[in-house]
């Protein structure tokens, strides 16, 4: 099939949002290699995610967006990833800020959706620092892990938004080009997803391209009652991590179909295991592939209920109270805990036939791993603040 929309003007159903993810899927996956050398995401796959309407799962309909849901978007990111994690990841962040522009004063969206094709990259980090400016601020900084920022027109940079009675950490929406990219991205993970420096010297930021992090987590940006959609009203950090925590679900589904796949057909060499075996035989082989669909299955569960209960709250017009909102980013940690056992138990029972280049699943191992250590996702720094909730203590962390 074709990954171009036929009708531009139609909104696709979710079922053929899902086919024309899995056609990227298909093709990321087969240039996978070249992604990591380029240490980038091509400007031609970007064109083809335009081409599929993907950009436009959560942008506001005003906007031409269709307004899904996060769990809609999550399972698109899910299956991009299950073809290339660099892809997926660059994908859901790029797609993701389509909600987050919606969540800012309406002079920003206008600015923002006078190209309705924009895309933005973002470093949450409120690396930067700013000091007031007629109708704005100067913003002067370096920040980090700036994934997909080749491909953006504009960047969402975190920073300490100065004002009279203290700064305020928040983001900056700025234009890319008024920012310097410096090349310092070579890992062995997540190699694909150019998550490089950002630099900014004393760049202009009117103040309607500001919103603070306490705007966001209250669900009350300044731009959601543009919306009827109450999707614009979740809890910033409640949903928005899906962004990364749905590429290593995919991950971790696309390592199990692998290695099922694998091991239906294979026949062992190995004195120790048992030469001339079939590897489904093997008790240990039989073992991991139970764990890791096990724990597939479990993070699954976790993260859909959450993204399904925030969208609820939010529809019957709530707010998220501080215990769900700390429940839920206890969660996105925890299931990539869980994802990254699985793919571990699959790379460890695959033997030396998953050590090749040219085999997905030696890939999928180190773009999971890359992915666990972002510190949204790093279970003692996320496990140990949810404790300080259980414990009766002020959480030290974002949530």
């Not at 990841?89 to 190209?115: I, K």
């Not at 190699?191 to 919103?211: C, E, L, M, Q, W």
Request: charged residues 20%; aromatic residues 10%.
């Amino acid at each position: 099939m074709s990954v171009a929309a036929a009708h531009r003007d139609t909104r696709p159903d979710t079922e053929e949002l899902f086919a024309r993810a899995q056609t990227i899927a298909r093709m990321v996956g087969g240039r996978a290699q070249q992604t990591e050398a380029d240490r980038r995401i091509a400007d031609e796959v970007i064109a083809e995610m335009h081409r599929a309407d993907l950009f436009r799962v959560l942008q506001p309909q005003m906007y031409g967006g269709f307004e899904y849901d996060f769990e809609v978007f999550a399972r698109i990111v899910a299956i991009i990833s299950g073809g290339c994690g660099s892809s997926g990841w660059v994908y859901g962040l790029l797609a993701s800020h389509q909600w987050l522009t919606a969540c800012f004063p309406a002079a920003a969206q206008e600015e923002f959706w006078h190209d309705p094709r924009a895309l933005a990259a973002g470093t949450y980090a409120p690396a930067g620092r700013s000091v007031a400016a007629d109708g704005g601020y100067r913003l002067s900084g370096r920040w980090g892990f700036c994934s997909g920022c080749d491909n953006a027109d504009w960047l969402y940079l975190g920073g300490m938004i100065a004002e009279p009675q203290g700064a305020k950490p928040g983001f900056f929406l700025v234009r890319a080009d008024e920012c310097t990219i410096e090349d310092n991205w070579r890992t062995m993970g997540l190699s694909g997803t150019g998550s490089k420096n950002i630099i900014a010297d004393n760049v202009f930021v009117p103040a309607y391209r500001t919103v603070s992090f306490a705007q966001l987590a209250a669900g009350a940006g300044p731009g959601t009652q543009l919306h009827a959609n109450t999707l614009y009203r979740q809890s910033f950090l409640a949903v928005l991590p899906v962004t990364i925590v749905a590429p290593v679900l995919g991950m971790a589904e696309a390592a199990l179909a692998g290695f099922l796949a694998m091991a239906k057909g294979r026949i062992t060499r190995g004195a120790v295991a048992g030469g001339n075996r079939a590897m489904a035989e093997l008790a240990n082989v039989q073992a991991r592939a139970a764990e890791a669909s096990a724990c597939i299955d479990a993070a699954r569960l976790l993260m859909f209920r959450d993204l399904a209960e925030a969208r609820a709250i939010s529809a019957r017009g709530g707010t998220l109270d501080v215990d769900l909102r700390l429940r839920n980013r206890r969660d996105q940690a925890f299931c990539v805990r869980l994802l990254v056992q699985a793919i571990d138990a699959l790379f460890q029972a695959a033997g030396g036939q998953g050590l090749f280049l040219d085999t997905p699943l030696q890939r999928i191992w180190r773009d999971a791993h890359a992915a666990a250590s972002h510190i949204s996702l790093n279970w003692d720094a996320t496990g140990t603040m949810y404790g300080q909730h259980l414990l009766g203590l002020e959480p030290n962390g974002q949530y």
